[in-house]
């Protein structure tokens, strides 16, 4: 049986100082989950003033958000007089270990810092990377998310976006607007050009400057062939290619002058027949 004294030893030993170490611990812990969150809103607000991409803001209060907790939890566990030494070099140990079986989870992290550091696009760009091409929703820790233009969610790895070629189609104001329209050879050819003039400049969206260049690029197999190299505002590039196309094809229709199509004439010719052949032989 236990004696008033050896309970009192023990309440005094073991159970008053375990007690008080647990409440500052959890004291520890809550403080510093509060103050984490003041420096994190800090942060958010001074990044915001100097207009960092939100996105970059999101990525980077993430990672400040994991290095902070580390520290209170790891005040926590001190305060509950857990040797945090070891505990440090065992997550030290197992982050090596992680890392080693993770090389393409952190060639993608690395990848998605470079992405948001150096801003190749932003949230909204139009882009063409790692093979396909959206519209830029989200560059995560690991992966970045795009909406295709029939709106399909598309989710790339940073690294096969960083490692490839990425074309940026909203990084300008304006773009150039290729098109190439054929004629038939027995078309007036500088009829099919003032026209061709006529509606470049009907056009609203077209750009005075720089100018339109409107030439025959190349005389091909049935048709003789206009480019016409309009700018416009990237916004309207499409449907300015559209509008002018279908423009195009009424007026010239309307002119009487032809859209040829690729033809082929084929030649047959009939050989003698063998008997024949025989016959003249002898």
């Not at 420096?39 to 990044?47: E, K, Y």
């Not at 790692?130 to 940073?158: C, H, R, V, W, Y």
Request: with cysteine.
């Amino acid at each position: 049986m236990f004696t008033q004294e050896d309970i009192d030893m023990y309440i005094n030993t073991y159970a008053i100082p375990w007690g008080i170490n647990i409440v500052m611990a959890i004291v520890i812990f809550i403080l510093g989950r509060i103050i984490v969150g003041l420096l994190l809103s800090i942060f958010r607000r001074v990044m915001a003033k100097s207009k960092y991409d939100e996105m970059l803001i999101n990525f980077v209060e993430s990672i400040l958000s994991a290095i902070l907790m580390l520290f209170v939890i790891v005040a926590s566990l001190d305060q509950l007089q857990v040797d945090t030494t070891s505990l440090v070099a065992i997550v030290g140990a197992a982050g090596l270990a992680i890392g080693l079986s993770l090389q393409d989870s952190l060639k993608n992290f690395a990848a998605g810092v470079m992405l948001l550091v150096f801003k190749p696009f932003s949230k909204g760009n139009f882009v063409e990377a790692a093979g396909t091409s959206g519209i830029i929703q989200n560059i995560g820790i690991f992966t970045t998310t795009m909406t295709s233009l029939d709106n399909k969610e598309i989710i790339i790895p940073n690294g096969k976006i960083y490692s490839d070629n990425i074309v940026n189609y909203s990084a300008k104001e304006t773009r150039r607007c290729d098109m190439t329209f054929g004629i038939g050879y027995d078309d007036d050819l500088l009829k099919a050009k003032n026209i061709l003039r006529e509606l470049v400049d009907a056009e609203e969206r077209i750009l005075k400057e720089p100018e339109c260049l409107i030439g025959v690029a190349e005389l091909g197999d049935s048709s003789v062939n206009f480019t016409v190299r309009p700018w416009v505002k990237a916004s309207d590039n499409l449907a300015v290619r559209l509008d002018f196309t279908e423009a195009v094809k009424l007026r010239f229709d309307a002119e009487g002058i032809s859209i040829p199509y690729p033809q082929m004439d084929v030649h047959f010719f009939k050989e003698a027949d063998n008997t024949e052949k025989k016959e003249s032989a002898e």
